[in-house]
C-alpha cells in the first residue's frame, strides 16, 4: 500500500468520525437541567424607588422575561414555577461622577438598583436575595430627559444579564 491509498484511507476514517459524531454546546449561560426544571415564574417588579421614570418598570419586566424566554427552553408559568424570580426596583438616581476644570460637572452618573429574590423550588440551597446595580454616564452638557430612554435602556439590559448569570447560568 503506496503513501497515497494510505492518505485517502485516513481521510475517509476521519470525514466518517467527524460526521458520526457531533457536539452540541449553547454559548447563552445557561446551564439548566431541564428534565428536572422546567418552568420559572417571574414576577413584575414594582418601583420602590422615591425618584422614578413611569417607563422604567415596564421596560425592566419585559426584558427580564424576555432574557428567560430567548435564552432557555423554560415555559413561564403566572405561579408554582420550578423556579421563580422577584423583587422591585429599589432605587433610581443620577450623582455627579466627574468634575470639570472650572468646577463644574462634568458627566453625570445614572444607576438602577434592584432587589431580586430567586427561589430554586428543585434545588433550595441555590436560593438567594441579593441586590443588583448598573450604571451609565452621561455628559452633563445633555438634559437627562434627552438621554433618559437610551441610558435606562442599556442599565436594564445589564441587569437582566446579571440577574440571568446570578439565577440559571452558575457562573
Known amino acids: 500500500m503506496d503513501w497515497t491509498s494510505k ?31 422546567k418552568t420559572i415564574q417571574i414576577a413584575d417588579f414594582p418601583i420602590r424607588s422615591s425618584y422614578v421614570w413611569g417607563p422604567m418598570g415596564p ?3 419585559n426584558q427580564l422575561k424576555d432574557v428567560y ?14 423556579l421563580k424570580v422577584e423583587g422591585e426596583i429599589t432605587q ?12 463644574y460637572s462634568a458627566q453625570t452618573e445614572l444607576s438602577i438598583t ?9 434545588n433550595h440551597q441555590e436560593d ?3 441586590q443588583f446595580t448598573a450604571v451609565q454616564s452621561y455628559e452633563t452638557t445633555q438634559s437627562l430627559a434627552s438621554v433618559q430612554e ?6 436594564v439590559k445589564d441587569l437582566c444579564d446579571q440577574i440571568f448569570n446570578a439565577t440559571v447560568a452558575n457562573w
Open 7 to 37: 492518505t485517502r484511507i485516513g481521510l475517509c476514517i476521519a470525514v466518517l468520525l467527524l460526521t458520526a459524531c457531533s457536539v452540541s454546546y449553547k454559548f447563552n449561560g445557561a446551564s439548566i437541567d431541564y428534565t428536572k426544571t
Open 150 to 155: 437610551e441610558l435606562v435602556t442599556q442599565i
Open 128 to 130: 438567594f436575595e441579593r
Open 114 to 122: 434592584v432587589n431580586v429574590r430567586f427561589t430554586n423550588n428543585v
Open 92 to 103: 433610581y438616581q443620577q450623582r455627579n461622577k466627574s468634575v470639570s476644570s472650572e468646577g
Open 69 to 82: 424566554a430567548r435564552q432557555t427552553r423554560l415555559q413561564q408559568v403566572k405561579r408554582n414555577g420550578d
Open 59 to 61: 421596560i425592566f419586566n
